[in-house]
């Protein structure tokens, strides 16, 4: 089955009006069963969105995506929405990021690789703080 880019654009713009409906109206933890679907449907967010920024080889642009939690411990997945042509400064957004957030997580994809990928939590989940 083939889907054209407009039916995948209205998939992905559905499905984060969605996800930002269920993120106003819920009050989950992270062992419910509502986070388990969440965390799904954020991931198929995230796969939907490189399919639709796939850029050629030759000019590879950068998105930089983030787990963060918030004050409350809810985790949700941030997305910026620039897209940079330079790869450093991916990476100085993700540190900015950190600054300013407690980061779980970070990624920049270019198309459909995984350039850099880095968790900020060890295996007891205590996070790392970035170096200031």
Do not use: H
Not at 26 to 36: K, L, M, Q, R, V
Not at 83 to 108: C, D, G, H, M, P
Request: glycine share 4%; net charge negative; charged share 30%.
């Amino acid at each position: 089955m083939q889907i054209s880019r407009n039916e995948l654009e209205d998939i992905y713009d559905r499905l984060c009006t969605a996800l930002t409906d269920y993120e106003e109206a819920s009050e989950f933890t992270e062992y419910d069963a509502g986070a388990e679907l969440y965390t799904k449907l954020v991931d198929m967010q995230g796969k939907i969105q490189m399919l639709l920024y796939q850029e050629d080889e030759e000019s590879s642009m950068y998105c930089v995506s983030c787990l963060i939690q918030n004050e409350d411990g809810r985790v949700w997945k941030c997305s910026a929405y620039d897209v940079f042509s330079v790869f450093q400064e991916a990476k100085e957004l993700v540190e900015k990021y950190r600054e300013n957030f407690t980061v779980l997580a970070a990624w920049i994809t270019a198309g459909e690789n995984i350039r850099f990928f880095e968790c900020y939590t060890d295996i007891s989940g205590d996070i790392r703080k970035p170096n200031t």
